[in-house]
């Protein structure tokens, strides 16, 4: 099986900053692209970030500039530093990841979700 565990949510003023962490474990043989989504409210899962094992990264137009992606693959870790929080920020992020697991004599392809860390910033 594998598991993803995030840490790093909570309460932050507009304008501060929070470090989100996603470390996936488990019986795993590769990690692909990793990513962030977040959801509001009354409002759809939304992509904010994701990043392919490569380092290329993507980025939703509504964090551009204040959202860092970055992963650690000997750690199957990945990271949002997110920077000027605004409060329109504040959702459930979840973690996402597509990973290659081990197998009997071969590997399985799955896309696997974190349970989610609130992020809430105030005014």
């Known amino acids: 099986q594998v598991q993803l565990q995030e840490s790093g949510g909570g309460l932050v003023q507009a304008g501060g900053s929070l470090r989100l962490s996603c470390a996936a474990s488990?019986?795993?043989?590769?990690?692909?692209?990793m990513g962030w989504y977040r959801q509001a409210p009354g409002k759809q899962r939304e992509l904010v970030a994701d990043i392919t094992s490569g380092g290329i990264t993507n980025y939703a137009e509504s964090v551009k500039g204040r959202f860092t992606i970055s992963r650690d693959n000997a750690k199957n870790t990945v990271y949002l530093q997110m920077d000027s929080l605004k409060i329109e920020d504040t959702a459930v992020y979840y973690c996402?990841?597509?990973?290659?697991?081990?197998?009997?004599?071969?590997?399985?392809?799955?896309?696997?979700w974190g349970q989610g860390t609130q992020v809430t910033v105030s005014s």
């Open positions: 996402n990841a597509d990973i290659a697991r081990r197998g009997f004599l071969t590997t399985l392809e799955g896309n696997y």
């Open positions: 488990g019986s795993i043989f590769r990690v692909n692209a």
